[in-house]
């Protein structure tokens, strides 16, 4: 859909988030304006981590940090001004960004940052999130899975055309020293096919198209704490909570309801 001005919706939508963002008001829990998108799929993994993070701020761990250096190896890229990325994308040419996306879900104002974005052809073909972990998962996480579906309803929501989006998850081996090469077969169109074919215990990418209703069910859920509708709901899996930086403030590590549905 076009605007008025016969440009597509979503020019209009990115040039009015800083006085979308200025207009929202701390109606979430614990005074929350916007539900981000990385916590919403982190209820998946589990909710109380959630809350505490919320109640407690972010605890800094090795595996984040080491995180946030790899994000910074593989997927810097040169500042763009708003208008710069919207010529380039309306261009149709092939396209790698980031940038900020928000869309209200259900009464509620989610957002986020993908990794990384690709155009082509003035729609989004690609979302791509880069994960770490000690062991390449023979199938994405559902929470990591549950992120990148939220980046796809929240352009289609913002107006962009979703018809042709794949949605990415890239698993990269800790510590592993070919690390920089990524950066570039990111960049490349399918160039990272060779790379997982030569190190599969180094690196993975699970690819799925986006579909709009399976995200907005995955979503519908996790909103529903944000409502402040109901309390969190704490993961069953000891092997969670050993790996948890609140461990030691979770009132759910000795004692735990075993009747709790577990989503996780």
Known sequence: MSSAVGQPRWVERLRSLPQLVESLQPRLRHGQRVAPAYLIAEQYYCE????????????????MDEGKWIHEVVLAMKPAKLEELVTRIISGERYGCSLPLLAEVEGVPVAGVPDLLVFEGGKPVEVIELKTAEKI????????????LIYGLLLDLMGFDCS???LSVCYVRRGWELLPLLRFALALKGAWKGLEEEY???LRVFTFSYNRSEAESMVRWALSYWRGEREPIPTRKPEKCA????????????S???SLTDHF
């Open 48 to 63: 109380e981590q959630v809350e505490l993070e919320l109640v407690r701020g972010e605890v800094a761990t090795p595996e």
């Open 137 to 148: 998962p023979s199938s994405p996480w559902i929470n990591n899975k549950v992120q990148a």
């Open 164 to 166: 042709s989006l794949k």
């Open 200 to 202: 599969p215990n180094d």
């Open 243 to 254: 790996r948890c930086a609140y461990r030691d403030a979770c009132p759910y590590i000795v």
């Open 256 to 258: 735990r309801d075993l």
